[in-house]
């Protein structure tokens, strides 16, 4: 039956937390293991630690976090098997991976492609949190980060892209990118850091 826009508060029968703000992470349970990853492999750590940061405050501050991934299995895996795959024995993302494992209470959303929004629920649990800012953060700053800014943007959101907090193949590639977002989005691009919590809860 056809109920009016957020008029119906659960989603899987949970009650949702509602924020004006959400974290959204991008593609962060990932082995790294494919052609031109060396960069992203030599900054992992230090990406993890910041994304783990910005994620704990986050949600000490009740802003959901929100996990968007490549589904790497056809539609015949789940989160957690992606998860394993990330973190298997040799696995150059094993560290980071396992570092930023999704919380119990974190929403998980797979996508077939760079998009987060496509073939997804996300539009439908951003709309029952009732979120207009976004913040992103994860991988790869000239690819899914910025197709999900590009797309949170002619969604009318707000965005803040810590620029600590995503990392791309290339140093040049992420700073075009971050560049493209500040100057086209008006995303805010400073480190994660150095946001106004006071403005966000």
């Not at 299995?73 to 789940?78: E, I, L, P």
Request: positive net charge.
């Amino acid at each position: 039956m056809p109920s009016k826009r957020g008029s119906n508060q659960s989603l899987d029968g949970n009650a949702p937390d509602r924020c004006k703000f959400a974290l959204l992470i991008v593609d962060v349970m990932n082995d790294l293991d494919f052609p031109g990853s060396e960069e992203l492999i030599l900054h992992s750590a230090s990406l993890a630690r910041n994304i783990d940061g910005l994620a704990r405050k986050c949600r000490s501050h009740g802003i959901p976090v929100i996990y968007v991934n490549d589904n790497r299995g056809r539609w015949r895996s789940d989160s957690n098997s992606i998860f394993r795959a990330a973190v298997r024995s040799g696995s150059p993302g094993r560290s980071m991976a396992q570092r930023l494992r999704p919380r119990q209470h974190d929403y998980i959303v797979l996508k077939p492609k760079h998009s987060p929004f496509y073939a997804t629920p996300l539009d439908t649990i951003l709309q029952y949190l009732g979120t207009r800012t976004l913040i992103i953060a994860g991988l790869a700053t000239e690819s899914c980060v910025l197709v999900a800014a590009t797309e949170a943007h002619v969604r009318d959101f707000k965005l803040i892209v810590p620029s600590d907090c995503v990392a791309g193949l290339s140093a040049r590639d992420h700073g075009q990118a971050l560049q493209l977002m500040r100057r086209n989005f008006q995303a805010g691009t400073s480190g994660w850091k150095s946001i106004d919590w006071t403005r966000l809860v």
